[in-house]
């Protein structure tokens, strides 16, 4: 039970760590309060109801959650499907929709987690995920449009919306063009300067003084005030519909899956960068708590924010009381400045959407998935187009079905062996992690040989085995043999390369040996021999083990202080005796049986 309450670690907290956290916080809540707005925006709701859902949700979620950094809010993708979803909901109160919504997808999430269901997002293929953040950047951009050039909106499909924005450019506003588009422009400019401006924060700031100033709004330049005044104070007690459940239960599905999905990428995003061992069923629960808060605090559906999760890394946050400090913060700003948002100009918030939409559109990331292979561009192309052609929570079912079809077709398990130096001096195969009895394990160098399809249903597994090698420090460099395994595909090809950092960080090496010719394509089209050392990749060669010899003597070259004797000794005796055409192949399968 202890494990689905992190927050009682007081191992975690410390005086001398609180200074950090609530410089991190404060960065955290200058990027909250404008992306707080603008997704509303994108979820049709009041903008009050971003604002309310990055404070007390991110409270619970930073004290509930398995990792320390994730900033638990609004997100893109989220606010997207949950528009999308309420707008189909006609008669009913948007607001009410959305936070019985949040009520819904906070129970799922619970389960899921209590459930220890975290493996299904294993079977959710980065290509599919990467489709519906391509589609959602489209849609939001377009779902912008009328409010940049200040004309009439629509809602619908792509199509619709464009054809309405087309007919009503006749009476196009010049002023929110300028403002948005200064918006925009100022928020690149101040990136391209220093990164870690709250370039959205300055630039609203800006926009909001500039309408005060000047009373644009007089000249029909609509605020936020225009659309539903931000109340000073605290968030209110809200209290979910029950009889909307049956309606809105195929769209909290989706959003729990999305979220999920979303949640669990970011979690793993930024453990990677800080070393910390993640719980995906705490990560499930915190989530689920935060968005049953989420319901009783005027708020609506949260996940796990990328750009906010990593810019509370970034900042140097130490604990889990850096999230607690930036919802308190929030309160505090709707307490005593809230009102000032509701001058904010709706078109110098539809400027930051653009800059999201375009961000939301990862171009590198596309050209590599469209470099892998046909099922990958499949995976990614089918799940863009639906987004555009299907209510998005069907997008999400498709996308998710694909996933499963191509696990299906292609499930086997992955098998992991280490290879161990036997007492009669050949290496010899035991299961991972277990007592080598009469072999001989070398400390600082650990040999791991891998059988089976390299697809995004092994990931999970595939991570497992590397955390577990990660945090036994003394191994210094590990080997891993690919000679048996096919069908690599980004996803794995993603999880090698940020092994790969970590263990760089540390001065440790990971050196990959037997790579097949078509293993060695797929690396070089989505360009991981890149990030990988190229040096520390060995490709298979004509002599049975002559890679992996090759490998093991270049890992002993890196670890000159280390524990390697049983493998020094066993290239001594073994390293060149393979000649092309001997039958040593079949003498070493059989020592390795």
Known sequence: MKEF???????????SDAGKDLLSALAVTFLSVPQGVAYAMIAGLPPSAGLYATALPTIVGSMMRSSRHVATGPTNAISLLVGGGVALMTGTDPLTCAITLALMVGVLQIIAGILRLDAIVDYISNPVVLGYITGAGLLIG???LHNVTGTQGARGDVLNRLSVWIQGLDQLQWQAVAMAAATAAFILILRRIRKGLPGALI???LATAASMAFNLQSHGLMTVADIEPIPKGLPP???????LISSLLPLAVACTVLSLVESSAVARTTASRSGQRLNLSAEFTGQGLANVSAAFCGAYPTSASLSRS????????????????????ILAILLAFGHLANHTPI????????????????????KRTLRSTLSDKLSFAVTALATWAMPLDQA??????????????????????EMVVSKTGRLREILPFTDPGENQRCTAIR?????????FGAAGELQNLLEEIYLQTDIKALVIRLKRTHGMDMTIAAALEAFAQRMDQQDRHLILSGVRPDTLQILKRIGATDRLQKDHIFATRPRWFASMHQALDYACTLTPNGDNTPIRLYLERYGDVSKPGDNQDTKQDNATA
């Not at 990593?310 to 913060?329: C, D, H, I, K, P």
């Not at 791991?448 to 390299?454: A, K, N, S, T, V």
């Open 310 to 329: 990593a810019l509370n890394e970034r900042s140097g946050a130490v604990t889990r009381l850096s999230g607690v400090y930036s919802g308190l913060m």
């Open 5 to 15: 309450l992190p927050f009682l670690d007081l191992k975690e907290h410390r005086p």
């Open 447 to 455: 040999i791991i040989h891998l059988e089976g399809r390299l697809f």
């Open 347 to 366: 078109a110098s918030l539809a400027g930051l959407l653009m800059v999201v939409a375009v961000d939301l559109v990862d171009t590198e990331r596309i």
């Open 142 to 144: 377009i779902g912008q």
């Open 396 to 417: 999400i079912y498709l996308g998710v079905g694909i996933s499963l079809i191509l696990f299906l077709r292609n499930a086997r398990l992955l098998i992991a062996r």
């Open 203 to 205: 630039a609203m700031a």
């Open 237 to 243: 007690l809200t209290l979910p519909d029950l009889s």
